[in-house]
């Protein structure tokens, strides 16, 4: 599905609208991630940063990883990247071995890592640039990825003229553009306020990829399909936000704790 810049609701970065309806990935039943029996001890650590983590993913699905600073989060997201290697296990998206990173997953990091010489539009489109996509189809796909993170009057502005929040949304769209099966959000949108974060996820569950999260704030998490907690480098719970807290366990802790 290919919309033009003008069929595209207008967004503006103040006002923002509410979720629009987002391209779909070019096949909607793809980006089932399916991470086996995952173990992993870094050089010079005497504590595994994973230890036997099994997860499955489904095509579209939502999942929001949480836990402790140091409990192995950002170490399972690299994982499943392909841009950090397992010392046992497997990963596989759509039945095929996982071996390193590859343009059917898009990871962003909380640091953006954008060019600051270039615009927004510019970072945006340089993967496509490379890729050879031709100008026109560029244009396309880049006007629509800074409309699902509302930031479409902003498309000119360099990198230094940017907030946090907006260096962040711009990375996010550089990661969506590409329309990976697997969209991979390590904090992503941590400098984000809240109205603004719960929006760009609206748009982002619009579109047919998986999306796996690393998020802190109650009101992302708790919108997942499912919600994995970790705890030293273990799948310590899963589940939806309500089966959690009914739980009564690490989850049920956190929500107490951002509630009190
Ligand atoms: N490149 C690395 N070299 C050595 N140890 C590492 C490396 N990356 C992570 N670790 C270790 O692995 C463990 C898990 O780290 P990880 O970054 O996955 O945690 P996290 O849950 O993402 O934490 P945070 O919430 O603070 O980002 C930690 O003990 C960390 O020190
Ligand atoms: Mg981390």
Redesign the pocket.
């Known amino acids: 599905m290919t919309l033009t810049v003008s069929e595209l609701p207008q967004a503006t970065d103040s006002g923002i609208p509410a979720a629009v309806a987002a391209p779909a990935t070019s096949n909607p039943s793809k980006g089932k991630l399916v991470l086996r029996g995952i173990d ?1 001890n ?4 005497n ?1 595994p ?2 230890r036997g983590v099994s997860l499955t993913c489904e095509p579209g699905e939502f999942v929001v990883v949480v ?10 997201l ?1 994982i499943a990247a392909g841009m ?1 290697k397992p010392d046992a296990g497997t990963v596989r998206l759509d039945g095929h071995r996982v071996k390193g990173p590859g343009p059917d997953r898009a990871m962003v990091f909380q640091e953006h890592g954008l060019f600051p010489w270039l615009s927004a539009s510019q970072n945006i489109a340089f993967g496509l640039k490379m890729a050879g996509v031709p100008r026109s189809e560029r244009d396309d796909r880049v006007a629509r990825a800074l409309n699902m993170v509302h930031l479409t009057h902003s498309a000119q502005k360099l990198v230094h003229e940017l907030s946090g929040g907006m260096k962040q949304r711009v990375a996010i769209a550089r990661a969506l553009v590409t329309e990976p099966r697997i969209l991979l959000l ?2 992503a949108t941590s400098h984000l306020d809240a109205v603004t974060e719960a929006r760009v996820h609206a748009n982002l569950s619009e579109r047919a990829g998986t999306r796996i999260v ?1 998020a802190h704030r109650l009101s992302t998490v708790r919108d997942a399909d499912r919600i994995i907690v ?1 705890a030293d ?1 273990r799948i310590a719970e899963s589940g939806r936000h309500d089966e959690l807290v009914a739980a009564g366990g690490a989850y049920a802790e956190l929500v107490a704790h951002q509630l009190a």
């Open positions: 992993k870094f050089n010079g650590s504590v940063a994973l836990g402790p600073s140091g409990c192995g989060k950002s170490t399972l690299n950090i390590d904090e690393i970790l480098g």
